[in-house]
């Protein structure tokens, strides 16, 4: 099983990014798929989820209104679009798939600064 993050980068305060999760070697469509990140210091925290099989989303307070989490089960891929940026999600955000079994990522790193 593997799972690649991609889409990380340098942005300003108020600008955009999307985060790409794609998985290979597990039946993605029945794993509930959560991104989490994780700052210097800091514990690494639960960001978004999509659950399967009802696609129902959920956030953590903090990222309500600017952060949407999708799926793509054609494509075996979840993504994270991050609008809205503030320096404070500046992170490590790691791509998450729990069913029968819980998979990680390598992690791809954010950085908002001006």
């Known amino acids: 099983v593997q799972l690649v993050e991609s889409g990380g980068g340098l942005v300003q305060p108020g600008g955009s990014l999307r985060l790409s999760c794609a998985a290979s070697?597990?039946?993605?469509?029945?794993?509930?798929m959560s991104w989490y990140r994780q700052a210097p210091g800091k514990e690494r925290e639960l960001v978004a989820t999509?659950?399967?099989?009802?696609?129902?989303?959920d956030y953590v307070d903090s990222v309500k209104g600017r952060f949407i989490i999708y799926r793509d089960n054609g494509k075996n891929t979840v993504y994270l679009q991050m609008n809205s940026l503030k320096v404070e999600d500046t992170a490590v955000y790691y791509c998450?798939?729990?069913?029968?079994?819980?998979?990680w990522g390598q992690g791809t790193q954010v950085t908002v600064s001006s």
């Open positions: 998450n798939a729990r069913w029968a079994a819980d998979y």
């Open positions: 070697g597990l039946a993605f469509s029945r794993y509930t």
């Open positions: 999509v659950f399967s099989p009802s696609g129902r989303t």
